[in-house]
């Protein structure tokens, strides 16, 4: 089966201070405080965060780290297994802390960034028979489902129900 490993060495735009120190590359289980503080602050949220946001939380909690940092413990957090990366919708990285030990995937929402968790052995077995086909091996993928939660359909489809277009008005237009 195929494994779940995004390859952000391909992607600079998701960590372009990770290749300013050679310690980008240290495994997730060396513990400093900065790391510590990283990974508490993904446990405060469910939702997937930039490195940008976390940075900022935890400048503002008076931790002393700086962004390279950052966008360090979260590569060797994601390399290592216990932190899960998206990028919706061309947008820069996000991160949380991963909740499966196994491979899985996620369905995102784009308004409010609530994710599920799920699984796909259907998109696992032809990824499988597409690398089998064309004869590659060691084949990871991602796989992101971006829409809109129940939560945020419900809530546009009462502001629509609340705030009607003007007679002879068309919704959305301004003119």
């Given at each position: 089966?195929?494994?779940?490993?995004?390859?952000?060495?391909?992607?600079?735009?998701?960590?372009?201070?990770?290749?300013?120190?050679?310690?980008?590359?240290?495994?997730?289980?060396?513990?400093?405080?900065?790391?510590?503080?990283?990974?508490?602050?993904?446990?405060?949220?469910?939702?997937?965060?930039?490195?940008?946001?976390?940075h900022r939380e935890l400048r503002d909690q008076g931790d002393a780290v700086?962004?390279?940092?950052?966008?360090?413990?979260?590569q060797a957090l994601v390399e290592a297994g216990e932190v899960d990366v998206?990028?919706?919708d061309g947008t820069e990285a996000a991160y949380r802390l991963c909740g499966?030990?196994?491979?899985?995937?996620?369905?995102?929402?784009?308004?409010?960034?609530?994710?599920?968790?799920?699984?796909?052995?259907?998109?696992?077995?032809?990824?499988?028979?597409?690398?089998?086909?064309?004869?590659?091996?060691?084949?990871?993928?991602?796989?992101?489902?971006?829409?809109?939660?129940?939560?945020?359909?419900?809530?546009?489809?009462?502001?629509?129900?609340?705030?009607?277009?003007?007679?002879?008005?068309?919704?959305?237009?301004?003119?």
């Amino acid at each position: 089966m195929a494994e779940h490993s995004p390859d952000l060495a391909a992607d600079p735009a998701a960590h372009p201070a990770a290749d300013a120190d050679p310690a980008a590359a240290a495994p997730a289980k060396r513990s400093t405080r900065q790391r510590r503080a990283l990974v508490a602050a993904l446990e405060g949220s469910q939702e997937f965060r930039s490195a940008q946001d976390l940075h900022r939380e935890l400048r503002d909690q008076g931790d002393a780290v700086g962004l390279a940092t950052v966008y360090r413990g979260l590569q060797a957090l994601v390399e290592a297994g216990e932190v899960d990366v998206v990028k919706p919708d061309g947008t820069e990285a996000a991160y949380r802390l991963c909740g499966r030990a196994q491979h899985h995937h996620h369905l995102v929402c784009r308004r409010c960034n609530r994710t599920v968790e799920v699984s796909g052995p259907a998109v696992e077995q032809w990824a499988d028979e597409v690398a089998r086909q064309h004869g590659y091996v060691a084949v990871d993928h991602t796989l992101e489902l971006f829409g809109t939660c129940p939560v945020c359909a419900r809530e546009l489809a009462e502001r629509a129900d609340q705030d009607p277009a003007p007679a002879g008005r068309t919704p959305g237009r301004t003119d």
